[in-house]
């Protein structure tokens, strides 16, 4: 059963360092999306990307965070500089074009900034 | 402003005690309410999706049902095994296909 496939499931990066995220959607599955959860917090969204396109990204902080698609490989969610706030679980879901259709989530990586 | 409320935020029931999780919302046009449940360390997994007021779906001890205001997660008869955080999220019609989410109901099934 290939799910959402998610590495690493676990990051550390001192303060200052890059933190790159991969993700692998569903097979059959065109559109990712990103969501950070920060503890005791909710899911909360960040972007939604297709192949080479960002179609939403109005939840991702302006500087540092930036997410690709590409044509070919996972989706990558790269964040420059890390800062302690930064530390958090972040999940990929993916789901089929259909609107409405239900998300299927990753397993997360735990990015922890030391 | 679109807004999901869950209430409670944590609920411990007996094995075999009843209950229901709720979900109110507001939201500009609701094309989709979804139900997950979240184990410690773990992603969201998909519980059910209502499209429209008055829908019901069940999956075994689990039923959820939707009115124009909010949603209930009805659990009947639970077992330590459901214990989980369950999430309540909504989609829009006028955002993009992202779901936003509700903080959750901790639940705790006691042997």
């Known amino acids: ?114 | 402003e679109d807004q999901v409320t869950q209430s409670p935020e944590a609920l411990r029931l007996q094995e075999g005690e009843s209950s229901s999780l709720n979900c109110s919302y507001t939201v500009s046009g609701l094309r989709g309410l979804f139900w997950y449940r979240q184990d410690p360390g773990k992603g969201p997994e998909f519980l059910f999706t209502l499209y429209s007021a008055g829908e019901e779906k069940e999956k075994e001890r689990l039923k959820a049902t939707l009115t124009k205001k909010e949603s209930f997660l009805h659990i009947t008869a639970p077992k330590p095994e459901d214990s989980a955080t369950y999430l309540c999220a909504v989609q829009t019609q006028t955002g993009a296909n992202n779901l936003f989410f509700g903080t959750g109901t901790r639940l705790t099934v006691i042997p």
């Open chain 1, 1 to 114: 059963n290939a799910g959402v496939m998610q590495n690493p499931r676990h990051l550390v990066r001192r303060r200052g360092q890059e933190a790159r995220l991969r993700c692998s959607p569903m097979k059959g599955h065109s559109h990712v999306y990103w969501y950070r959860q920060l503890p005791e917090e909710g899911l909360k969204f960040m972007v939604y990307l297709q192949k080479e396109n960002i179609i939403d990204e109005s939840g991702m902080p302006k500087e540092r965070f930036s997410a690709e698609f590409p044509k070919e490989g996972p989706s990558i969610l790269r964040i420059q500089q890390v800062v302690r706030g930064d530390s958090a679980a972040y999940f990929c879901a993916s789901s089929p074009a259909r609107a409405g259709a239900g998300y299927t989530f990753g397993s997360g990586t735990r990015l922890t900034v030391v």
